[in-house]
């Protein structure tokens, strides 16, 4: 097992959201480290059942011997494909902890730190072809800038995307720190870091596809939970949390559902529970948990 891999975060009201029955079959979309799956099999039985996933091969290092336990190396996008080639099309809970793992920040190589100079990777599957100086170098001042505006939330995008593509002219972007120093002249004085952490979010998001990733998994979610299954989702940010919350609440991503001549409506889950955040003392233990926001529904 990699040691320090990731601490799981919000652990006890994640696993407990899911209100495991001992004979039932669970599905961790993000093992990981494999936190959250070892919560759920200590909640089951001998004829519980637990898949998980994780499309990247570090985690494969962190795998559990237990025969109750299945790893899928995959994107959980794929979640309902790969359930039904193991003969599973129904499960009783679903448990995801979205972002990036404290083992992937933590690893210079891998390109996700703003606090390395590495190369510009940021790949959460490391067989992609896809990386984030694909993004830097080859994309074209119009699609930057949609994805700064969108997915790093900001207001400076069009400046942003201007600069690299002035840059890259002339030389290939190709490191962690060429981008920063590239782009640091647009950052508000104060609050540099914070300024590009949304830079990085924006590329990583775009590497990754995660966001229709995340809608790709909501949908199926809801098709292979049984009645009364429950979803236990851990977002980090506004982006991933509104899909989330929206999905909970009316099971569409935009605009409204359909509603009958008496005003009402039909929706695929139940809110459990009020939106849970990290404690104080969970945030000074593990900094990484402070963003976090847990939100928990059971299919109607």
């Known amino acids: 097992m990699l040691m320090d891999y990731h601490s799981p975060v919000l652990l006890e009201q994640a696993v407990g959201g899911l209100d495991v029955k001992k004979n039932g079959i669970y599905v961790d979309v993000t093992f990981g480290g494999g936190g959250h799956s070892r919560g759920i099999l200590k909640n089951l039985g001998p004829d519980g059942k637990l898949i998980a996933f994780d499309q990247d091969k570090d985690a494969l290092l962190n795998t559990i011997e237990d025969?109750?336990?299945?790893?899928?190396?995959?994107?959980?996008?794929?979640?309902?494909?790969?359930?039904?080639?193991?003969?599973?099309?129904?499960?009783?809970?679903?448990?995801?902890?979205?972002?990036?793992?404290?083992?992937?920040?933590?690893?210079?190589?891998?390109?996700?730190?703003?606090?390395?100079?590495?190369?510009?990777?940021?790949?959460?599957?490391?067989?992609?072809?896809?990386?984030?100086?694909?993004?830097?170098?080859?994309?074209?001042?119009?699609?930057?800038?949609?994805?700064?505006?969108?997915?790093?939330?900001?207001?400076?995008?069009?400046?942003?995307?201007?600069?690299?593509?002035?840059?890259?002219?002339?030389?290939?972007?190709?490191?962690?720190?060429?981008?920063?120093?590239?782009?640091?002249?647009?950052?508000?004085?104060?609050?540099?870091?914070?300024?590009?952490?949304?830079?990085?979010?924006?590329?990583?998001?775009?590497?990754?596809?995660?966001?229709?990733?995340?809608?790709?998994?909501?949908?199926?979610?809801?098709?292979?939970?049984?009645?009364?299954?429950r979803l236990s989702v851990i977002s980090y940010h506004s982006l991933e949390d509104r899909l989330v919350k929206r999905f909970i609440r009316n099971g569409m991503f935009e605009g409204e559902p359909q509603r009958d001549i008496f005003g009402n409506y039909e929706v695929p889950f139940k809110k459990i529970g009020k939106l849970i955040i990290p404690s104080k003392n969970e945030i000074e233990k593990n900094g990484r948990a402070r963003s976090a926001k847990l939100r928990i529904a059971q299919k109607v």
């Not at 790969?82 to 499960?91: A, E, P, Q, T």
């Not at 490391?126 to 074209?140: E, G, L, P």
């Open 67 to 229: 025969s109750r336990f299945l790893l899928i190396n995959e994107n959980f996008k794929y979640m309902k494909r790969f359930l039904k080639f193991h003969g599973i099309s129904s499960v009783d809970g679903i448990l995801a902890d979205f972002g990036v793992s404290s083992h992937q920040f933590d690893a210079p190589e891998r390109g996700f730190s703003i606090r390395f100079d590495a190369p510009l990777d940021m790949r959460m599957n490391q067989c992609s072809k896809r990386s984030a100086q694909t993004i830097v170098n080859q994309y074209d001042e119009i699609s930057l800038r949609r994805l700064f505006k969108e997915y790093g939330e900001l207001r400076n995008a069009p400046q942003l995307a201007r600069s690299i593509v002035e840059f890259r002219s002339e030389k290939t972007i190709e490191t962690t720190f060429q981008l920063k120093k590239l782009l640091s002249r647009y950052l508000p004085k104060g609050k540099n870091n914070k300024a590009m952490a949304q830079i990085f979010q924006a590329i990583r998001i775009e590497v990754n596809n995660e966001l229709e990733a995340l809608k790709s998994f909501l949908i199926d979610a809801m098709i292979i939970l049984n009645p009364c299954g």
